[in-house]
């Protein structure tokens, strides 16, 4: 499978707790995001990465959250003491370069914090 | 700012209708880019199509088509003889070129249930 692969699937917390996600993305794409959907709603964007560069963030990212993308490959999206509003699906897409390119996602990693 | 409408929250149809789903957008930019995803409940987008600003031609795939309008600002996305299978949520997103065109942004999505 070449897709976007997320782990874990589902994550369940409890509130105050770290947690971490991982996002593989299409191994030739250059360009990595993180969404943020709650229920009911579209994806909302939270970050982006062009290799190894976050490039922007958006503010809905408190300091309680952290991405990284060491070696511009896959991508890490921590969350510091968690809280029962964190609780998402967090979604990773990935593209090519361009301008008109779209994103390809994967399932998502469901966080429900407790 | 840019910004997408889609005013359907849900939509209900018997199976081999046609259904229309709506889109309208917000920007200022000149060049921008359209898109539509589908969300089917296993919870990933899959991308079904995408048009630039520059092109308002209509596209027919299969038994999707989509009617881009910029006069309107609308992007709507029509599904003929409807199938149980298309059962999902459908979200229209929207990025400009001045943003680089990396951030996309998604309607709140339109619930579509096809009945048997």
């Known amino acids: 499978d070449t897709g976007v692969s997320q782990d874990p699937r589902h994550k369940i917390t409890k509130r105050g707790q770290n947690v971490t996600f991982r996002c593989d993305p299409i191994?030739?794409?250059?360009?990595l995001y993180w969404y943020r959907q709650t229920l009911g709603q579209g994806p909302e964007f939270l970050t982006y990465?062009?290799?190894?560069?976050?490039?922007?963030k958006s503010r809905l990212l408190s300091d309680r959250f952290s991405a990284e993308r060491p070696k511009g490959s896959f991508s890490t999206l921590e969350i510091q003491r968690t809280e029962q509003g964190d609780s998402a699906m967090y979604l990773c897409?990935?593209?090519?370069?361009?301008?008109?390119?779209?994103?390809?996602f994967g399932q998502g990693t469901r966080l429900t914090v407790v | 700012a840019q910004k997408v409408t889609q005013a359907q929250t849900e939509i209900s149809v018997v199976e081999k209708e046609d259904v229309t789903l709506d889109c309208v957008y917000e920007t200022r930019d000149t060049t921008y880019y359209l898109f539509w995803y589908k969300q089917p409940p296993s919870g990933e987008l899959v991308f079904l199509i995408r048009?630039?600003?520059?092109?308002?031609q209509n596209e027919i795939s299969g038994r999707y088509s989509w009617n881009f309008q910029k006069s309107t600002s609308s992007f709507n996305f029509t599904i003929t003889a409807s199938q149980v299978v298309d059962s999902a949520v459908y979200f229209c997103?929207?990025?400009?070129?001045?943003?680089?065109?990396?951030?996309?942004?998604f309607g709140a999505g339109t619930r579509l249930f096809v009945k048997a």
């Open positions: 897409a990935s593209s090519s370069l361009g301008l008109n390119t779209e994103a390809f």
């Open positions: 191994s030739e794409h250059n360009r």
């Open positions: 990465f062009q290799n190894e560069a976050q490039l922007e």
């Open positions: 048009r630039n600003s520059f092109d308002e």
């Open positions: 997103a929207l990025s400009e070129a001045g943003t680089g065109g990396f951030k996309t942004i």
